[in-house]
């Protein structure tokens, strides 16, 4: 067994028992494994062992790796801040986008989306913890843009997205959680294909999934630390 596969079976156990310790399925449950900085064979690895959804943070990288192991199976998830001018990779080369934030990207993701492919499943990042340096909208900006987005032919409204504050204390995680989750089930009140919430990393997934989370987003527990000695300036 590889280090990769052995790191996937826990990652898998560990959301088994936090799925079980509140009642949920883990099939609820989708592990995205975050491939940033890793390199192809990584992934490779990975499928290997059974992963088939994979999130990366950089446009170019994840392009890169999508050529490289050329696998229809697998499902790319682009889970980075994205400029209008990498607009295009994305709707060309990834089957998600969890970071929409405004409605000039929604839009360009729309127009730019081949029409040979399935429309780009999306997802709207929310700033739950009102951070300055991270990308998302407010909660109560969400009604408009998911009205707007959810228009756009070539893009699926699929649910949201959120990075909450790192946080040790296991209460306060929960709480964060739960008002992501309290909008998740609102939204999906309003439209019929909202399905995932994407939310949780290592050090409060727990937390996440008791609260409703259904896609965890796991990077370094899977693949190992990062190598951020290339400079990634092209997301």
Not at 36 to 43: E, G, L, R, Y
Not at 110 to 126: D, F, H, M, W, Y
Not at 152 to 177: F, H, K, N, S, W
Request: with cysteine; proline share 4%; aromatic share 4%.
């Amino acid at each position: 067994m590889t280090s990769i596969e052995h790191n996937l079976q826990q990652v898998r156990e560990r959301i088994a028992t936090a799925a079980a310790s509140c009642g949920r399925s883990p099939a609820e449950i989708t592990l995205l494994a975050v491939s940033k900085t890793k390199p192809a064979s990584a992934v490779a690895e990975a499928v290997i062992a059974g992963q088939r959804c994979f999130g990366e943070n950089y446009v170019q990288e994840g392009v890169d790796k999508i050529g490289q192991l050329k696998n229809s199976s697998l499902v790319w998830h682009f889970i980075g801040p994205l400029q209008s001018n990498k607009s295009r990779l994305v709707a060309e080369h990834f089957d998600w986008c969890h970071t929409v934030d405004r409605l000039k990207i929604a839009t360009r993701l729309n127009e730019q989306r081949p029409t040979c492919l399935a429309p780009l499943n999306v997802l709207i990042q929310i700033n739950i913890s009102d951070e300055h340096s991270k990308s998302g909208i407010i909660l109560e900006a969400l009604p408009e843009l998911a009205k707007e987005v959810a228009q756009l032919p070539r893009l699926t409204l699929r649910g949201l997205m959120a990075i909450p504050a790192p946080e040790t204390d296991y209460q306060r995680q929960l709480a964060v959680c739960q008002q992501m989750a309290s909008a998740f089930s609102e939204l999906k009140k309003h439209y019929p294909s909202v399905d995932t919430l994407s939310l949780g990393m290592s050090d409060d997934m727990t937390a996440a999934i008791a609260a409703g989370s259904t896609m965890v987003r796991i990077g370094t527990a899977i693949f190992g630390a990062r190598d951020y000695g290339t400079t990634h300036n092209n997301n």
